[in-house]
């Protein structure tokens, strides 16, 4: 929009017709600068959410490390401080290093020949002393071929031929044994290496290439073998007391899918489907039946499972409070991350010798919380929806800000907020998920999918 200034001449026109045309003239520039302004104003809305929304990443927000980008900085800003822990190994890190056996696989004597001085042989001089040293070295390995054979008798009273019986696990004329199976599943599974570069493993070290096929068949034969314990695992972990819960996608033959973790601080299960939502959860078999806390990242669908209880990360509020003070400038942020974790650090000393914090600590932590969220609310009044005429709309619901919407999960979710504060039982946060769903995430970035 373009102000339309009147020119030496109209101004001069609206003073030869006298007052009313001169005010009628102004104001029209006047309203052409208010609605300028208005203009300006909503363009700068939009400017500062495209630059929030360009300045989210892993570190101040809930999107994974994945979508930062090469573009950004790829050093992670921890929310921890510093001189936290020491340089080194921290206490109760257990060392290891190379200590001699008392008896070896294989011992080498290297004996003197002769005097080192005057040349005399040493052959049957007796031994005085003997200086030992170990080497811990791997043997030259190969594929062994073992052939089993059944054998045919016939019977001297009857004349029946009698076949020896073949073991259970030996079916086929030539096949691969559970040695080769094993660690086939074990490479690509426990160390993320993709199928076809465990065939070369194979190959370089063992001289025998086994055919990608027969590698992806041995991680199916596995999924069989420990189908009883995956259901031992589900079992126990819907009678736990504290569930970490989290979802994350995943590439399965080039179609996205969705990893699903159900965990505690012993047991995990993963849950691989098309869908995110309920559909998926409920295959899955574990929260249809839980009944403790459930720790999540406030994503809605976990709040449909009304029997169990509820406790939210903190991590993430953690991040999305820093983003909002460095990104719109707002101390309530400041003041809710320091309370968050002043009341941390105050659990884990307290932990240290009672099960719990005084009401007394709770009541007044709490306080400071409401008054915390309070300023925010203030600072961040709710924005009723309006058409483009500026007027007030009747139906749709209206867009807020990121301040805006995170003071209201923290005010109406107080008390999952602040679980951790009234039960040592459930953590800060929920890293325990994290972590159990980032080592698949490093395996699909190893292999490029599943």
Known sequence: MNIQIPSHDEIQAAFKRGETDIVALFAKMSQQIVELAEQLAKQAEVIKELQAKAAK??????????????????????????????NGGQPGHTGST?????????TVSHDPTCCNFCRTSLDDVEVVQVEERQVYDIPAMKIEVTAHRATVKKCPGCGTENKGDFPETVTQPV?????????????NNQHFIPVARTAQIFKDLLGHASSEAT??????????????????????LQQAEVLH?????????????????AS?????????????????MTEAG??????????????KVYFTY?????????????????????????????????LLLEIKDEVEKTALETAYLSPRTCELFAHRYDAVVNQGLEDNPYSAPQNKEGQAKKRGRPKQTPAYNLLIRLKDFKPETLAFMYDFRVPFDNNQAERDIRMVKVKQKVSGGF
């Open 175 to 187: 096949q691969y044994g559970q040695g080769v199976k094993t660690w086939a599943a074990y490479f």
């Open 215 to 236: 590698l992806l068949k041995a991680n199916q034969e596995l999924v069989e073998l420990i189908e009883p314990s995956r259901l031992a695992v589900k079992a126990q």
């Open 245 to 261: 819960v989290d979802e994350t996608g995943l590439r399965v033959k080039s179609k996205l899918h969705w990893l699903h973790a």
């Open 264 to 280: 505690t601080d012993k047991l995990t299960d993963y849950t691989v489907h098309s869908k995110r939502g309920k559909e998926a």
């Open 57 to 86: 990443n892993s570190r101040n927000s809930g999107k994974p490390p994945s979508s930062d980008g090469y573009g950004k900085v790829n050093k992670t800003e921890s929310l921890r401080k510093s001189g936290e822990r020491s």
């Open 306 to 338: 009304e029997q169990s209880e509820h406790g939210l990360c903190n991590a993430h509020h953690l991040r999305e409070l820093n983003f909002i003070e460095k990104q719109y400038q707002q101390p309530w942020a400041v003041d809710m991350a320091v």
């Open 98 to 106: 190379l200590n001699a056996v008392e008896t070896p696989d294989h």
């Open 286 to 299: 574990i929260l249809e039946n839980f009944t403790g806390r459930m720790v999540h990242d406030h994503w």
